[in-house]
């Protein structure tokens, strides 16, 4: 079966959805009876939303229509209004319908309500959790539950075989995008309670790194607090193999990607308890309501009392995380997917 498949997200500056589009079409083309058709336009940037939305929207079907694929997967939460084939899109949560007020209207009008009376056109529909789809369903009526297919993501192997490089400072990471619904504010809050401490927020910035400016300054711990932005690859693997723990304080995740891979390369964790990051953190995982400020400095005190202790736990559980979050399983049921949506 050819499948045409959606690599525009791999372009520039990919988050967890580029991570996505990438390892799953690596794992696709290793995957019996599956013939992948790229797509992708390299010179737009699909952080730009005019340059997002003309590749979606005219680019997008006019490369489906020349891949002679069978099938279009669009792997970017949103799809064209006019397909020219049959579509499998993959929709990772419902973000824009339920915690997104903030943006701009423009925004919410295309990947929101635009989105929201296209998604049930798709053949089928990809999640990642069962938050998720359970979300998917509430808040698009017009969705046949039969369509909707729950995959969790991969995490590339580069996790699993990385080697624990403690660093001598102790260092709590924040990986994803900096807005408001990540929450970064909550770790903030708890580097008073923390002496000497520092955290490190990595991933794209936006107008919300502002306010978490001014209450780093607020509460007199500017100077231990770091924005990287967007890193490199290789950097943001030393990041986990030296930082003492990773922080996933986010109010609303689909699926919560910085989790299952700290989980994979056994680094300490403490998370936000609700959303779907229920799921991902599994048994050994802590888990702190996101706006419990004292629950926080308590659950990250914790660690960085005892950091070789975090880590024998931490390695404990990663066996099952390897094996849980793979790409090849998810390359597996995704292919299944394919072939049901092609009937």
Same mark, same amino acid.
């Given at each position: ?19 996505? $589009? *990438?390892?799953? +079409?690596?794992? &696709?083309?290793? %995957?019996? !009876?599956?013939?992948? =058709?790229?797509?992708?336009? #390299? ?21 489906? $229509? *020349?891949?002679? +694929?069978?099938? &279009?997967?669009? %792997?970017? !939460?949103?799809?064209? =209004?006019l397909?020219?084939? #049959? ?11 339920r ?9 919410? $009008?295309y ?7 296209l %998604?049930?056109?798709a ?22 539950e ?8 991969g ?52 107008p ?18 770091e ?73 990250l ?30 390359a ?12």
């Amino acid at each position: 079966m050819r499948v045409a498949f959606d690599a525009q997200p791999t372009v520039g500056s990919a988050t967890g959805i580029g991570e996505y $589009a *990438r390892e799953l +079409a690596r794992a &696709l083309g290793e %995957t019996p !009876g599956i013939e992948l =058709a790229p797509l992708s336009a #390299p010179t737009i940037d699909p952080w730009r939303f005019d340059r997002r939305a003309y590749w979606e929207q005219v680019l997008l079907p006019i490369a489906a $229509a *020349r891949s002679k +694929a069978s099938l &279009l997967h669009c %792997t970017s !939460g949103t799809m064209p =209004a006019l397909p020219t084939l #049959p579509i499998v899109l993959t929709l990772y949560d419902a973000a824009w319908l339920r915690v997104q007020g903030h943006t701009r209207f423009y925004a919410r $009008a295309y990947f929101g309500t635009l989105m929201k009376h296209l %998604t049930t056109r798709a053949r089928a529909i990809v999640t990642v959790s069962a938050f998720s789809a359970g979300e998917i369903l509430a808040l698009h009526p017009g969705i046949d539950e039969r369509n909707v297919h729950v995959i969790p993501l991969g995490v590339a192997e580069e996790f699993a075989k990385l080697e624990a490089r403690p660093n001598e400072r102790a260092t709590i990471l924040v990986v994803g995008t900096v807005e408001a619904r990540k929450n970064l504010e909550v770790v903030i809050r708890a580097l008073p309670a923390l002496p000497g401490v520092r955290a490190i927020s990595v991933g794209p910035i936006t107008p919300y790194r502002d306010r978490c400016s001014e209450l780093a300054h607020e509460l007199g711990v500017a100077d231990r607090l770091e924005f990287r932005g967007y890193i490199e690859r290789a950097e943001l693997l030393e990041l986990y193999a030296s930082c003492t723990v990773l922080a996933m304080p986010s109010r609303y995740e689909g699926f919560g990607l910085p989790l299952a891979q700290a989980r994979c390369a056994g680094m300490p964790v403490v998370t936000a308890r609700g959303s779907s990051l229920d799921e991902i953190a599994g048994d050994m995982v802590p888990r702190v309501d996101p706006d419990d400020v004292a629950g926080w400095s308590e659950a990250l005190a914790a660690i960085l009392a005892d950091p070789e202790r975090a880590r024998r736990v931490a390695a404990n559980d990663r066996a099952a995380a390897v094996e849980r979050f793979s790409w090849r399983r998810a390359a597996n049921a995704t292919a299944e997917v394919y072939r049901i949506a092609s009937t």
